[in-house]
């Protein structure tokens, strides 16, 4: 025999199910629409930094490109360079870098060979042309590169110094460092790496995040938009390759996912206290009606 069940308790039963089931659908519908439009919103903000890092790419390079025709053909400069003598060689690429404004300035011969360098990466003597630019510049066409040398990105363009044939190289270069990567975060408000698969080169990240970008770099190059970090602080993460080869390298932008994704849980812990109110009325409500069945 099925145990009888009064008529107000099931009136009040199918109530109290029906509002659960709108508040249950509700909170659900709200925070998938919710967190589909901040994850849109993040992808949004990743998507402009990338073209600002480009765009800046774009801008130094050209600025790289007339410094270096104007310099090159520049007549005390030949006359410097004409010398052979690396201090005054020196002394005038050094004069050169603080006129334009760049991180490194090479001068190579008419071999590739380095017969000046500011930035110390390397020594008098060594060859130039295991640097694209510097190669291609011998070969007289003007060229630019992304220059990976152990934990050094420099971006490079380097030209040939003609008198008339080629006689030498002049390159110059900005570097990929922590200074880039925080110039950019203060401009668009999102962090910025330079990574390779086995560990972070340069960033905007503090040094706990930093660590977990390293271990996850080889994962994140993989695909566009990926999600880093322990549940509670993650970043959404957007990489694009900037160099290939055994010395590649992939520059990464990072915005706080689960930050952004504070006002959804507010929402929902307004919604859950209004929606147990209205059910606890719904349940009083019920009761009173199925009283007067």
């Known amino acids: 025999m099925k145990p009888f069940i009064p008529l107000r308790v099931r009136i009040l039963g199918v109530f109290s199910l029906l509002l659960a089931s709108v508040l ?18 993040l992808r949004a903000q990743l998507k402009t930094t990338v073209e600002v890092f480009w765009g800046t790419f774009a801008r130094k390079q050209q600025q790289l490109e007339t410094s270096l025709a104007l310099l090159s053909g520049d007549f005390a400069f030949k006359q410097a360079y004409s010398t052979g003598d690396p201090a005054t060689i020196a002394s005038a690429a050094k004069n050169f870098q603080s006129r334009i404004g760049a991180d490194v300035v090479w001068v190579a011969d008419d071999e ?10 390397f020594p008098l003597g060594s060859d130039g042309a295991e640097i694209i630019s510097i190669k291609a510049a011998l070969a007289e066409r003007p060229a630019s590169e992304i220059f990976v040398r152990g934990n050094t990105i420099i971006q490079v363009v380097a030209v040939p110094i003609k008198a008339p044939d080629v006689v030498g190289v002049l390159a110059a270069g900005f570097r990929f460092d922590d200074k880039a990567a925080e110039e950019l975060r203060m401009t668009t408000r999102s ?27 080889g994962e994140l190059m993989k695909a566009d938009y990926r999600l880093m970090g322990p549940a509670g602080a993650r970043w959404l993460v957007l990489s694009r390759p900037i160099s290939v080869g055994m010395g590649g390298v992939s520059v990464f932008i990072q915005r706080p996912w689960d930050a952004a994704l504070e006002p959804v849980r507010e929402l929902r812990s307004v919604l859950l206290i209004v929606g147990a109110a209205a059910l606890a009325l719904t349940v009083l409500v019920g009761f009173i009606v199925a009283q007067g069945v």
């Open 24 to 41: 249950a659908a509700s909170l659900g519908l709200v925070g998938r629409a919710q967190t589909a439009q901040i994850e849109e919103g």
């Open 191 to 217: 962090d910025v790496s330079f990574a390779r698969s086995d560990g972070v080169i340069a960033s905007s990240l503090k040094a706990g995040d930093r660590a977990v970008l390293a271990a996850s770099a």
């Open 112 to 121: 590739g060979t380095i017969t000046a360098d500011t930035s110390g990466i």
